[in-house]
């Protein structure tokens, strides 16, 4: 299986400021046929269930605030939200759909400062 | 846009299987894969596994031997079942769209299954 690691696990950041997000895999997700990065990142808010914002590593969903953004390739992957808005405050996943079975890391706590 | 909504018992005892069913509104089934998602309490997020609709299945190792998905394309249902559920079971199961190249793209409320006697 890929291994998801995310860091930092938890953290807080002041409304306005930027945050990052950091996401390895314990091998690449780049498929070289196609030049795609088969990495995802989801949002979940308290009580809600998760929510698609990033696809292929920096495509934003549709709807998605252009505040956030992905970027990376192969192993090393990076979401940032560039202006933290206090509706951001969500636990965010990175997930790997490069191989079966899919996995997800284990979560970064984002908090308001 | 498509909506998910999974029903089933919210208690389930050790050693019984459980299941689960996801209505799919908004849309048809006959496209795309589809997929179940587990969260335990306070715990990160597990691939269970997904199914197309035409039946072909993809299981999460971990699980396959307890897992089956299925699919009802007349009534825009798919299913979920674990046999032989312990308390390590317990979790939150969302169900959801797999869109474009694997990714989950529209995700249910979840619905939350406790295994327990």
């Known amino acids: 299986d890929i291994v998801m690691t995310q860091s930092p696990d938890s953290l807080t950041v002041s409304l306005g400021e930027r945050a990052t997000i950091n996401c390895k895999s314990s091998?690449?997700?780049?498929?070289?046929?196609?030049?795609?990065?088969?990495l995802a990142w989801h949002q979940q808010k308290p009580g809600q269930p998760p929510k698609l914002l990033i696809y292929w590593a920096s495509t934003r969903e549709s709807g998605v605030p252009d505040r956030f953004s992905g970027s990376g390739s192969g192993t090393d992957f990076t979401l940032t939200i560039s202006s933290l808005q206090a509706e951001d405050v969500a636990v965010y996943y990175c997930q790997q759909y490069y191989s079966s079975p899919k996995t997800f890391g284990q979560g970064t706590k984002l908090e308001i400062k | 846009q498509v909506q998910l909504q999974e029903s089933g018992p919210g208690l389930v005892k050790p050693s019984e299987t459980l299941s689960l069913t996801c209505t799919v509104s908004?849309?048809?089934?006959?496209?795309?894969?589809w997929g179940w998602i587990r969260q335990p309490p306070g715990k990160g997020l597990e691939w269970i596994g997904h199914i197309y609709y035409s039946g072909i299945t993809n299981y999460n190792p971990s699980l396959k031997s307890r897992v089956t998905i299925s699919v009802d394309t007349s009534k825009n249902q798919f299913s979920l079942k674990l046999t032989s559920v312990t308390a390590a079971d317990t979790a939150v199961y969302y169900c959801?769209?797999?869109?474009?190249?694997?990714?989950?793209?529209?995700w249910g409320q979840g619905t939350l299954v406790t295994v327990s006697s």
């Open positions: 908004g849309g048809s089934i006959s496209s795309d894969y």
């Open positions: 091998q690449s997700v780049l498929y070289s046929s196609n030049n795609k990065n088969y």
């Open positions: 959801a769209r797999v869109g474009g190249g694997g990714y989950e793209d529209q």
